[in-house]
Each structure stands twice: as structure tokens, then as C-alpha cells.
């Protein structure tokens, strides 16, 4: 069974930075493109970041282009968000996704495993 276990959200000040993993049993990561996600009260869960199974191409929506930056240790069966230079419009649940897709994606509903996310609270 696939598990997808997120840590390391918080609370933080603006401008301030936090780092969230997520850890994966059940699965190698490395077969998988991995995403993240994110989904603020009342909103929609918007896409975040991905990167392929390789780690060697990564995607972000524009909102985070710059500040934040997704890794993987395929050693450590884990992905990474750093996140950066944090605004208060990055408050949100970020989720860990992972999809059986080739390429890299943006849409959740192409992703068929999820963590159960970690808070992210980004005060002004």
C-alpha cells in the first residue's frame, strides 16, 4: 500500500522560510513523477511543483517560480519543498501527490497518491 507521509509545516513570519518533506513507503519514488500541492480555505487545491522520476526536470506554477524549489533523494525515498521568501498568500494545506504519468503535470487529477497534507502558516 502506498503511504505518503508530509512533515515540516509551521507557522513562520513573512519572508521567512520552511522546508517540507514527504516520505514514501509502499513505493520507490523513483518511479514515480512527484508533485505538490497546495489548498488554502475556500479555495481549490492549486498545483505547486513537480519534478520527474529521474529529479532531473522540475515544474512550478508561477506564483512560486523563484521562491520555491522541489527536490527528491531517491536514496531517502523522500521529495522536498524548499520554500522560500514566504508570503501570507502561501497559507495553505500542502499536500505530496505522486502520479503514474510519464511526463510532468500539473492537474491533481492526475495524480493518483496523496499524502494527508501539513499546515503552512505564513503570518504578515
Given at each position: 500500500q502506498v503511504q505518503l507521509v508530509e512533515t515540516g509545516g509551521g507557522l513562520v513570519q513573512?519572508?521567512?522560510?520552511?522546508?517540507?518533506?514527504c516520505e514514501a513507503s509502499g513505493h520507490t519514488i523513483s518511479s514515480n513523477i512527484m508533485g505538490w500541492f497546495r489548498q488554502a480555505p475556500g479555495k481549490e487545491r492549486q498545483f505547486v511543483a513537480a519534478i520527474t522520476r529521474s529529479g532531473?526536470?522540475?515544474?512550478?506554477?508561477?506564483?512560486?517560480?523563484?521562491r520555491f524549489s522541489i527536490?527528491?533523494?531517491?536514496?531517502k525515498n523522500t521529495?522536498?519543498?524548499?520554500?522560500?521568501?514566504?508570503?501570507?498568500?502561501?497559507t495553505a494545506?500542502?499536500?505530496?501527490a505522486a502520479t503514474n504519468v510519464v511526463?510532468?503535470?500539473?492537474?491533481?487529477?492526475?495524480?493518483?497518491?496523496w499524502g494527508?497534507?501539513?499546515q503552512v502558516t505564513v503570518s504578515s
Open positions: 513573512a519572508g521567512g522560510s520552511l522546508r517540507l518533506s532531473g526536470s522540475t515544474g512550478y506554477a508561477d506564483s512560486v517560480k523563484g527536490s527528491k533523494d531517491n536514496a521529495v522536498y519543498l524548499q520554500m522560500n521568501s514566504l508570503k501570507p498568500e502561501d494545506v500542502y499536500y505530496c511526463a510532468l503535470t500539473a492537474h491533481s487529477t492526475a495524480y493518483n497518491y494527508q497534507g501539513t
